[in-house]
């Protein structure tokens, strides 16, 4: 049978339109991706979004935001770190991206000191951020360094047996004080013994647990700094003051006997603990809802003649907790029984006067003492926890003591606007396993699968039924 040419070229032209249109689509579609960019995230924890902490940030920072990235052409990292910065860009339109190639614009380089390549330099409002190998967590602490601007100092008490912000150790602070300088604020040390005066660019004073007692002069010093106005986070030891009384007495303050016991706490962790569950009576805790743990603290309890100061509880304790006293006879008391406060936060009116003002600018007049340097804040702030321990390296991970801390100290250093910023912004990126568990995966995986694998192969070699060669016949 002939077939017609007609026929043949009728028969081919739907398969040719077909063709035709396919390709139209497709280039149709890549004219569509290449001028719009959408992204949805499937993840299960969302780990290619913005987490909301960052979110927040953004939303805090007015004004453009420029990011500079030293990368070579063809460097590895570029691209990637480029589509991390995406991120924030379609969040914030004014996040501006700049890929400088140093080799090519080396005079920019050299004006933003850059040695190393990958190195991010973001911009903001006149100050600036360097960050290498960048993730979303030193993004955030990168930001958070930005929105504060001016520095805050916080000066931690020394010489007299008080809790150390270096060194690993379980007593010591070197986490939660790692953490602080993280997000901007410079920690420093203080010994009154060698250096008398607080300093006068001192944001706040920690005083965290001391050992032994002041001698007078320094407490003495401490008074003073409170009565120019200056912000305090007292983190008491239960059972003795070391010779801070007076300080108490000022603050219309008193701590238990004993110790806050909750006996649900006490069944998880061993010794006397105190669980934190009731938070919404202060502003630095507004909306706060994870558990903390207080090992080994006092109940804070307000008494009267205060002053002036105002005092509000910071964290309760459970109604199943109740104090550990060794006073039997107050076993029955309501002060024994939980809840029970384990902080207060204390604020009253800038003790600053125009008395203050005047000392500032002139100097003293005749024989009285020349003041502080003025706060810009009306509004002084001291915060006592009945304990120290919960900020201690061996605890500060539980629940969330390291976030109750850091909101304690924005508050105190009047950074109310970052309160809400969480320690950790991004979860966990990284897997880690103890030295055990590591032996016992490299030694699996790499001894005993493949001894394994190998036992089996000879048990099926040795299983299988002999041929018999026609030869040997």
Known sequence: MQVRSETRISSRLPHLLFVVLFLTVIGLLAVVCNRMDFSVDWTTNGRQALRSASEFLLGRMVGEIRVSLFAKDGDPLRDPIVRFLERYRRYKPDFLVEVVNPETAPGRARAMNIHVADELVIEYQGRSERLLNPTEQTMANAFERLIRGGERVIVFLQ?????ETYGKANENFSIFADALQHKGLHVANLDLEASPQIPENAAMLVIAEPKRDLLPSEVAVIQDYLTQGGNLLWLAEPGSLHGLLPIAQSFGLELSPGVVVDVGATQLFAGACALGTQYDFSPITQGFARATLFPAAAAVLPRANAGDWRATPLVMSSEESGLE??????????ETRGPLPLAVALTRPSPVTARALVHTEHGAVGNEPRVRSVSPHREQRVVVFGGGAFLSDAFVGNGGNLDLGA?????????ESLLNVPIHVAMDSSLRFSPTALFVIAGGFLVLFPLGFVAMAALVWWRRPRCVCPFEA
Not at 327 to 333: E, I, K, Q, Y
């Open 325 to 334: 006293v060794a006073d039997l006879n107050r076993a029955a008391s309501e």
């Open 159 to 163: 010489g007299h047996g008080e809790r």
């Open 407 to 415: 909101k304690v100290v924005n508050w105190l250093v009047h950074d």
